[in-house]
C-alpha cells in the first residue's frame, strides 16, 4: 500500500489557476501509476488524468484537455495537478490515485490507494 496526502486546494476566480499536489509515502511510488479524480456533490467519482510510473504516457478527461497537466517527480515522492482556465463546472473534491498496472485506469475501481482529497472551489 502506498499512503497519498493531497493539497493545494482552494478558492479561486474563474479564469484563474491551482496546482496540487499528492504526496506519497510507504512502497515505492514509482512502481505506481498514478492519477486524479473529482467528485462533485451528489455525482459520480469522475477520471480527470493519469500518468504511467516514468511518466512517459498521460492520459486525460476531455473536458480537462488543453487545460490540466499532470505530472509526477519519482525523487520526491509526488505527482502534480496544474489546473489553468479554471471554471465553475470544475468544482469538486480532487483525489488522488495509485495502483499497480495501467488496465482500466479511468475507472475509480481499479485503485486501491487513495487519497482524502482536496476542495477545489471556483467561483464566476
Known amino acids: 500500500q502506498v499512503q497519498l496526502v493531497e493539497s493545494g486546494g482552494g478558492l479561486v476566480q474563474a479564469g484563474g489557476s491551482l496546482r496540487l499536489s499528492c504526496a506519497a509515502s510507504?512502497?515505492?511510488?514509482?512502481?505506481?501509476?498514478m492519477a486524479w479524480f473529482r467528485q462533485a456533490p451528489g455525482k459520480e467519482r469522475d477520471f480527470v488524468a493519469s500518468?504511467?510510473?516514468?511518466?512517459?504516457?498521460?492520459y486525460y478527461a476531455d473536458s480537462v484537455k488543453g487545460r490540466f497537466t499532470i505530472s509526477r517527480d519519482n525523487a520526491k515522492n509526488t505527482v502534480y495537478l496544474q489546473m489553468n482556465d479554471l471554471r465553475p463546472a470544475d468544482t469538486a473534491v480532487y483525489y488522488c490515485?495509485?495502483?499497480?498496472?495501467?488496465?482500466?485506469?479511468?475507472?475509480?475501481?481499479?485503485?486501491?490507494?487513495w487519497g482524502q482529497g482536496t476542495q477545489v472551489t471556483v467561483s464566476s
Open positions: 490515485a495509485a495502483k499497480r498496472g495501467t488496465l482500466d485506469l479511468r475507472s475509480p475501481r481499479s485503485y486501491d490507494n
Open positions: 500518468i504511467t510510473w516514468n511518466g512517459g504516457t498521460t
Open positions: 510507504g512502497r515505492t511510488f514509482s512502481g505506481y501509476l
